[in-house]
């Protein structure tokens, strides 16, 4: 059977814009944490406000607010669905950045291979140690707790300053969207990068000074922190605004004859014409079902 028979049977089994999936995997966490913060202030006071100097507090920490119960329930299945796609959307941003290698300063190639290795990795440590710190909660076991949020700082904030690296040495010239994309990163990175000196300030007040307010501005520049990263997370719609994510078969030739990215040329995959969709031909643009 020849390749263009082979082509014909096509198929995409499921379709799903790529931008509707990273918004939804965003507003899991930030919809988890304003129940979690609004329900927990009315109803568990005292329980939030409990704090290691028993000093005046006004505002709680994140870990307060989703390691009580029941908050930390719905805090956990939010996180849970989270995962997921965050693992996917690493791994796309990897094998989008390999594709851009051509337009990378031939000089540059080997030092933006590391780097790209470097920001997949360091985010799939934040993605880990996300995922590590929601699990094990402060009231059930702090010690690992506390050392599992400091290597989510520094996965966090390493991966934040690895992603503006590559993005710039990937792009020698931007357009008016990769401006605007790069220049957000830019500004969540040094929002972050602000509100962790605060927060190690305030909570060193607070351990050994035991200063009245201070875990309040402590927990506030945590929650900055945590609203910076998301936001980090939620431009992948700037840099993926029309692609979709499928599932299906019949697109390309077996993946053990293609050694990486760049040898995947226009002959080697099927014509747009040729796909059928299995499910709602809608849902994904530009292809068209055979007559």
């Known amino acids: 059977m020849d390749e263009q028979s082979n082509c014909r049977k096509a198929i995409v089994y499921f379709a ?34 409990e704090t290691y100097c028993r000093v005046y507090n006004i505002i709680p920490s994140i870990s307060s607010i989703t390691g009580v119960s029941p908050q930390r329930y719905l805090w956990r299945i939010c996180i849970a669905f989270h ?17 851009l290698l051509p337009a990378v300063i031939k000089s540059q190639h080997a030092s933006y291979k590391k780097l790209m290795i470097i920001c997949y990795w360091l985010n799939i440590l934040e993605i880990a140690s996300l995922c590590g710190v929601t699990y094990v909660s402060n009231r059930e076991n702090y010690p690992v707790h506390e050392k599992i949020f400091i290597v989510f700082m520094i996965g966090s904030l390493s991966h934040m300053l690895a992603t503006i690296k590559v993005f710039k040495m990937a792009r020698q010239t931007m357009t008016e969207e990769e401006s605007r994309s790069y220049a957000i990163k830019k500004g969540l990175f040094i929002t972050s990068i602000v509100s962790t000196m605060g927060l190690l300030v305030f909570f060193l007040k607070h351990r050994l000074l035991c200063h009245d307010l201070a875990f309040s501005w402590f ?28 599932v299906g078969r019949g697109f390309f030739k077996p993946v053990e004859h293609v050694k990486n990215v760049h040898e995947m040329t226009e002959n080697e995959s099927c014509p747009a014409s040729t796909v059928v969709a299995s499910t709602d031909i809608k849902t994904v643009p530009n292809l068209k079902k055979k007559e």
């Open 16 to 49: 799903v814009s790529f931008r509707r999936l990273c918004l939804v995997t965003v507003s899991l966490p930030l919809f988890g944490l304003l129940f979690c913060f609004v329900t927990a202030c009315i109803f568990q006071q005292d329980d939030i406000h």
């Open 83 to 99: 995962i997921g796609p965050r693992l996917i959307i690493a791994s796309v941003y990897y094998t989008y950045y390999l594709s």
């Open 219 to 246: 927990s506030l520049c945590e929650y900055v922190i945590a609203s910076a990263n998301m936001a980090f997370h939620v431009t992948v719609v700037l840099d993926f605004p029309t692609e979709e994510l499928m």
